[in-house]
């Protein structure tokens, strides 16, 4: 038994919550993995795992040897990357998680230097709107932007970047160009449901909240984006979402003496798990490319 992989299996089994899912992450059969997890029981004499109608649970001793089995692996990766030296670059797979929209416009454009720098590391993207759970995907960091649903998450602020009220020309030309943030009321808006329909705005001492309009509410980021460019109303979004087409004068900005809540970009870890040397690579990567 290579008791090194067979513990890597075991945290993968606990993590996914199944011998299935672990199998997935790990790209091999599941009798392989239940084999695995087995010889270790067998190895250690105790039981570390037990099946519920919930799935699998680690037993007290499971618990325990779970949080040291973690531990031994990042320190066995770490003991790895310092015997080849920092020249070595990064082997074997990281897994990263990012919106849609920010990672076509931002991410994967980046990631060719990334590789070129790192030759002997594949990275999986998963592409989601939604905030998934990173520990049952395997997810070793995310990007995520806006505030973070799960305090216990471990994140790190890595940009911020202004909300803007944004629509093409074509729109403006046709509905007229609000001066005022009252006047949204009377504009067609194309509502991001993570955004909701009303906007709070602020110009020095000033607040003000206002409830907009909307025949059109879009769950992605990408469906806003298409709503926008087709003359479909305004919205609300961050000049990460539309920053060609507002380079370019597709979209425009307007009501700019009024500013909106910014949105931050976070860097987050899964819950419990120490960040790997890949994972502080990629993100001190991402956020000097992404900054400078």
Request: hydrophobic share 45%.
């Amino acid at each position: 038994m290579d008791r090194l992989a067979a513990m890597e299996t075991f945290v993968r089994v606990v993590e996914a919550g199944s011998f299935s899912g672990a199998a997935r992450q790990l790209r091999v059969g599941q009798p392989a993995v239940s084999k695995s997890v087995a010889q270790l029981e067998e190895y250690l004499g105790v039981k570390l795992l037990t099946r519920s109608t919930h799935g699998l649970t680690p037993t007290e001793a499971g618990l325990g040897y779970l949080e040291r089995a973690r531990r031994a692996l990042e320190e066995a990766t770490e003991a790895e990357l310092a015997a080849r030296g920092a020249g070595a670059g990064l082997k074997g797979r990281l897994r990263i998680c990012a919106a849609v929209t920010f990672a076509r416009i931002h991410l994967i454009p980046l990631l060719p230097k990334f590789l070129a720098q790192n030759p002997e590391l594949d990275l999986e993207v998963v592409l989601d709107d939604r905030q998934i759970d990173l520990v049952q995907e395997g997810i070793d960091v995310a990007l995520r932007m806006g505030k973070l649903s799960d305090s216990t998450l471990t994140a790190r602020r890595i940009a911020r970047c202004k909300r803007l009220v944004l629509g093409t020309p074509g729109y403006f030309d046709r509905a007229g160009t609000p001066s005022t943030p009252s006047e949204l009321s009377r504009h067609q808006a194309v509502i991001y449901l993570q955004e909701g329909s009303v906007w709070s705005f602020r110009r020095e001492s000033t607040e003000l909240a206002v409830q907009v309009q909307s025949r059109l509410r879009v769950t992605a980021a990408e469906g806003v984006r298409a709503a926008v460019l087709a003359d479909a109303g305004l919205t609300i979004a961050s000049e990460w979402m539309f920053s060609p087409e507002l380079r370019s004068g597709i979209v425009r900005a307007v009501l700019s003496e009024w500013s909106l809540p910014a949105l931050d970009l976070w860097a987050v870890l899964p819950t419990g798990r120490a960040a790997t040397a890949k994972a502080r690579a990629f993100v001190a990567f991402f956020e000097h490319t992404f900054n400078a």
